[in-house]
């Protein structure tokens, strides 16, 4: 069961690979045909993955959403769902320029670091698990596809005002930091730093010269490689036509906002699921675990953003960039924390 598990999660990668590259070369030179094929991969990949995680559930005899394989495998299935659900009802294949490539690469670095179903930590083992864990990833994904969706009203915006110097830094940019970013955490995963308590009790990182040699490597490759797929990507999309292939600014704020409400409600009950789990297991609501402070200032952010929107009729541009701005805080908490302060949510 195990091996047909792995060869589903192969099966996935290669597919939502496939998907990226098709998608990308649909969009930019109004292949249909590309548009097309590009969606079957991507549900191919889709079921593949579904299966993987219904096997990997199965041997394991949990739910899959412990350690870091298992929370980004489920994060990049979240993140194909929401897309191909907003797809469908909106329209909006634009989004996946930026949503499919990141579940790629989600999938690739799970598989990167893939290992079998193991016993849960005493402190994971409970029902709370499932709930808590699975919406959070859920609202996560969400917020992504908020990010998605307000990244490109900037652009359509920029375009329809024929500023296309403008488009291509934004591009440039989204692509060198995400790039960068993922380069330095992919270093971070394969150098492996020490984890230890100090004298205080709290859990800390203890980085070799080596560690940083290779996390610097991996940002290195990361920025290199993003700043050349960075001009290509620019010099695509900031072209009078590419504007003709983006959905309308009305269609895309509705979606952003829309995946915002629905990310602030799940990451409410994860918080609130937290909370209860966390008075089962530590005997405390609220332990100010770094990850759960982070957390509750994703959320205060994201209820800010809902609140602007509504009180001060922040809509448009400037709810396009608060969403864009606020995923980079979401991906702090989920992955930045535990390269900076691991607390009692580091579980690898």
Known sequence: MQQLE????????????????LATFGLAYRRKEADRVGVWALAAGFVAQTGSLVLRWIAGGRVPLAGMHETLAFLSWSTVLLFLIADRRYKVKAAGLILVPGAFFMAAIAALLYEGPRPLQADLQSHWLTVHASVSLLGYAAFALAFASGFFY????????????????LIRAL?????????????????????FEDATGHRVYAYSQSDWTIIGIGAGVGLVVSLALGLIAARGAARPSFANRLPSLSLLDRLSFHSVVFGVA????????????????WGSWWEWDPKQTWALAAWLFYSGYLGVRGL?????????????????LILFTFLGINFFVPGKHDFN
Not at 154 to 169: P, S
Not at 176 to 182: D, E, H, K, P, R
């Open 6 to 21: 792995q060869i589903l999660f192969g099966v996935t990668v290669f597919a939502y690979l496939a998907a990226a590259l």
């Open 154 to 169: 900037v652009v359509q915006e920029d375009l329809l005002k024929k500023k296309y110097t403008q488009v291509r830094a």
């Open 175 to 195: 692509i060198v930091v995400l790039g960068t970013g993922t380069g330095t955490y992919v270093g971070y995963l394969i150098a492996d730093p020490t984890l």
């Open 266 to 281: 799940l990451l409410s009950v994860g918080i609130v699921t937290g909370a209860i789990w966390a008075r089962a297991v």
């Open 312 to 328: 001060a009729n922040w809509r448009g541009r400037h709810a396009a960039l608060l969403a864009i701005a606020g995923l980079f």
